[in-house]
């Protein structure tokens, strides 16, 4: 087995100089960041234990301190266990005060019906939850760790995050994800190099309806790829085909005999008839290529705001 999960799995890379200088570009959006972070005073920050919430709440402690920085993660049925592990031990590894909340999409008719905007109310309800907690303990606001690459992509939670006024100082500071990655990693966080993560829920196609069943069904489809060595997976859910993408590199491993064999026969006892692989490889917000952004109604919303100064957070 030790032979089979000794892929090379494909990782992200960064900027970092031999000599361990961050580039003075990096350095200046750092300041940026934590200029924004000292003005806002005390925060509570929307935190998944991701690369870029990691970062933000790395920077907001070094700027404001333990006693001015709430990290609060999210308790949810759409996030894999093993993401919600690692967010707790980096929260405790960086001594921050966090809270943990549980959420209740799984209760919300509009969420589970999952229509083009179902991010907007599963952000709706996090981000309600959030601010409730910033106004009655004595926060200023909630920021969460939307960068400056997120504009391009269809991310509905952003209009539930600007309706209710959560910050995004990432973004902010103009700080992108190639350049958060080299912070992460000039800081030592262990994160720098954390493949790119989204709920569950994202694995499964708009319109087929959401439950608790086929999200534990997913976890555990990718859960087998995890363990198997595979940095980046999705398990994409199209009822009885299990499509799995990884990064193109990692294609052919994934086709040997001794790994096919494996993941073929664990997903069909997991209740996929077909197991299939997609060519294309991996790619963040597949099931977002048959949206047309033009007609999505978050997507003119987001538009709408931009070209008004507004803000975007993340989802």
């Known amino acids: 087995m030790s032979d089979l999960i000794s892929g090379t799995g494909s990782r992200p890379t960064a900027q970092y100089p031999e000599d361990g200088h961050i580039p003075p570009e990096i350095e200046t ?3 940026r960041l934590s200029s924004i972070l000292a003005e806002l005073g005390r925060v509570v920050v929307a935190y998944s234990g991701g690369v870029d919430s990691s970062l933000l709440l790395r920077v907001a402690l070094d700027e404001l301190g333990r006693d001015r920085v709430l990290a609060v993660i999210a308790v949810s049925a759409s996030m894999p266990e093993r993401e919600r592990e690692a967010a707790l031990a980096l929260v405790e590894q960086l001594q921050a005060s966090y809270r943990l909340i549980d959420t209740a999409e799984l209760a919300d008719p509009r969420y589970l019906c999952n229509p083009s905007d179902r991010c907007f109310y599963c952000k709706l309800g996090l981000f309600s939850s959030l601010t409730e907690i910033a106004r009655d303990e004595g926060y200023k606001c909630v920021i969460d760790g939307t960068n400056a690459d997120d504009a391009g992509d269809f991310r509905p939670g952003q209009t539930a995050g600007a309706r209710l006024g959560v910050r995004s100082p990432l973004r902010e500071a103009e700080l992108g994800k190639a350049e958060i990655r080299s912070l992460s990693r000039w800081l030592g966080l262990p994160t720098w190099d954390k493949p790119a993560a989204a709920c569950l829920a994202s694995r499964i196609p708009y319109g087929t309806p959401i439950t608790a069943g086929l999200l534990r069904q997913i976890d555990a489809a990718e859960q087998v ?18 499509r799995i993408e990884v990064p193109p590199q990692d294609i052919l491993r994934l086709a040997r005999p001794e790994i096919r064999d494996i993941v073929a026969q664990r997903l069909t006892t997991l209740g996929y008839r077909y197991v299939a692989v997609d060519l294309v490889g991996y790619r963040t917000g597949s099931l977002n290529e048959i949206l047309d952004p033009q007609t999505e109604p978050c997507t003119r919303a987001l538009s709408e705001a931009g070209a008004k100064g507004g803000v975007m957070p993340d989802e």
């Open 29 to 31: 959006k750092h300041a």
């Open 225 to 242: 790829l995890v363990e198997l060595g595979f940095r980046q997976a999705r398990v994409r859910h199209h009822g009885a085909v299990a």
